[in-house]
């Protein structure tokens, strides 16, 4: 039966190259690019057989084993990929659960990802090879640290298949993947502002010191620990490895057994009642087009994702500038007016989210003014309260309310000036979007010129806007605290101005270019 379970998986990855000739291309750079990476960190790993460092190879191979393994687990957790050996395809043949579970665990075994990662434990154990002693526990290492990676990627796959079965639930995983990923940047930035020619290697003895004696790092570090000399802590973290591998296999029993009896999610229809926001808007031509927005920015995930993303950037931005030794008093200024030049961005394409759905408003009859208007509803709603929320913490953080007004008016300029410019923009040169339904992470056909064009352009236009407002405000922390006043009016003023314009101007744009907006939704 096991041997049916490999038949299968090698005829799976033949598959994989009776696709299109495009496709099979894809694969096989794919195929040549992870192998070929491969063979030189096993170069690299046979070529550390002769330093004398055992300490610093121990610490590097520990650290580096140890985010494998970590990878192994999160990536199918988070992002979700299609398990084409899910155990819930063999509910009908009457397999033993332990049967079943050993064919599976054995076939994760065939593959790029373990082929690759074979070779590169072949080179530890290599690395390692300088007594008999340190020669077998680098092999028993390396198969134990090979086992339990495919047995880790075979436990988050199918809890993945079986959490994140609907597009929901991916789209939320892949939301969380994204952010997982963005909230870890501080940390790198961290990393690299560490002085490692002198504090480099303390550094990695402790990270390495603690994750050796953990199940991600444990196999990884016994055949270190015997070359160190350390043979009583490589016996130890030998059965930290082996007792984590028989934890894991029972836990991967005991989730097959339950995948077995489990029937797939299914996204559940949700009941509404009355109109929603077309209840709540002015039954105008706004009203309508802004209730259709405040719509999407609840339910389309090609939205909500930007509103999940838009706290993490000021925190990517304030970790470097701290770091570097930026003053607090500069540094907690940024976070506001960045967040509002993010959300009057936005809207800059707009229209082409809509996609063939643009047809409602040019048929209809909709003025490009309300049609313009309307689309900027809940995104004011939203800067308003950024502004005002984000100006009261800053105020706190800071403890001087002088730069109040200045605060207020550079953020005012940048979220008004985008939307106006935008408003614009989303009428004159619609580029192609992600289409309603599809993942928010998907990237569609584009031509690259237009749509860097657009999007430069909206955010140069909005930087140009508050340029005025961001000298008055310079002045007023560097000569006189009466020229925040003036940051203030300059913001607020050219913000509203620009926001006119651009609804008046991108309204007679959209009624001017109803045709070739809808000929473009219907080509992307």
């Not at 043979?231 to 991967?252: M, N, R």
């Not at 730069?403 to 005012?412: E, H």
């Not at 993942?439 to 690259?448: A, D, M």
């Not at 006119?500 to 991108?506: D, N, P, R, S, T």
Request: charged fraction near 10%; charge should be positive; hydrophobic fraction near 55%.
């Amino acid at each position: 039966m096991v041997a049916q379970f490999l038949r299968l998986k090698l005829r799976l990855l033949g598959n994989i190259f009776q696709r299109s000739p495009w496709q099979v291309v894809g694969v096989s750079l794919g195929l040549v690019y992870g192998l070929g990476l491969a063979a030189l960190l096993f170069a690299a790993l046979v070529g550390l057989r002769t330093v004398e460092e055992v300490a610093v190879i121990r610490d590097v191979l520990i650290v580096a084993g140890s985010a494998t393994m970590l990878g192994f687990i999160v990536f199918p957790l988070l992002f979700g990929i299609d398990d084409t050996m899910d155990p819930r395809r063999f509910a009908l043949f009457g397999i033993p659960d332990r049967t079943l579970a050993l064919g599976l665990a054995l076939s994760a075994a065939i593959g790029i990802p373990a082929t690759a990662l074979g070779i590169v434990l072949l080179g530890t154990v290599v690395t390692w090879s300088r007594g008999i002693g340190e020669t077998l526990l680098a092999i028993v290492g390396a198969a134990l640290a090979f086992a339990t990676c495919l047995l880790f990627s075979r436990v988050a796959t199918s809890i993945a298949s079986l959490l994140l079965s609907t597009r929901r639930a991916k789209e939320i995983g892949g939301v969380l993947g994204l952010v997982v990923v963005v909230a870890l940047s501080p940390v790198i930035v961290v990393l690299l502002s560490i002085d490692w020619a002198e504090n480099g290697l303390l550094v990695l003895e402790g990270i390495a010191g603690l994750l050796g004696w953990t199940p991600l790092g444990a196999a990884f570090a016994v055949p270190g620990d015997a070359a160190s000399g350390l043979w009583g802590p490589a016996v130890l973290k030998l059965l930290i490895a082996g007792a984590s591998l028989w934890v894991l296999w029972l836990a991967w029993r005991a989730l097959v057994s339950r995948m077995l009896v489990t029937p797939g999610r299914e996204a559940s229809a949700r009941q509404y009642r009355g109109l929603g926001w077309f209840d709540r808007m002015p039954h105008t031509p706004a009203g309508a087009v802004a209730a259709r927005s405040f719509t999407y920015w609840g339910r389309d995930a090609r939205y909500w994702v930007s509103l999940v993303m838009l706290p993490l950037v000021p925190l990517l931005v304030l970790v470097p500038l701290t770091l570097a030794g930026f003053p607090i008093g500069v540094t907690a200024l940024i976070p506001v007016p960045l967040v509002c030049l993010l959300l009057g961005w936005t809207l800059h394409n707009d229209t082409a989210y809509d996609s063939t759905a643009v047809w409602l408003h040019i048929v209809s009859g909709v003025r490009g003014s309300a049609d313009r208007l309307g689309r900027l509803v809940p995104v004011l709603v939203g800067g308003v309260l950024v502004i005002g929320v984000g100006s009261a913490v800053t105020l706190l953080a800071l403890d001087d309310d002088t730069v109040l007004p200045s605060l207020i008016g550079v953020s005012t300029a940048l979220l008004l000036g985008g939307l106006g410019i935008g408003s614009i923009g989303s009428a004159w040169l619609p580029y192609p979007a992600v289409k309603p339904g599809d993942s928010p992470f998907q990237q569609p056909q584009s031509t690259g010129t237009v749509s860097a064009l657009v999007q430069s352009l909206t955010m140069l236009g909005s930087a140009l806007v508050a340029a005025p407002a961001v000298w008055f405000a310079y002045l007023g922390l560097t000569d006189d605290v009466r020229w925040h006043a003036l940051s203030f009016m300059a913001g607020t003023g050219a913000g509203l101005l620009v926001l006119v314009v651009g609804i008046l101007a991108g309204g007679r744009i959209f009624d001017r270019r109803g045709p070739e907006i809808l000929g473009s939704a219907l080509r992307a």
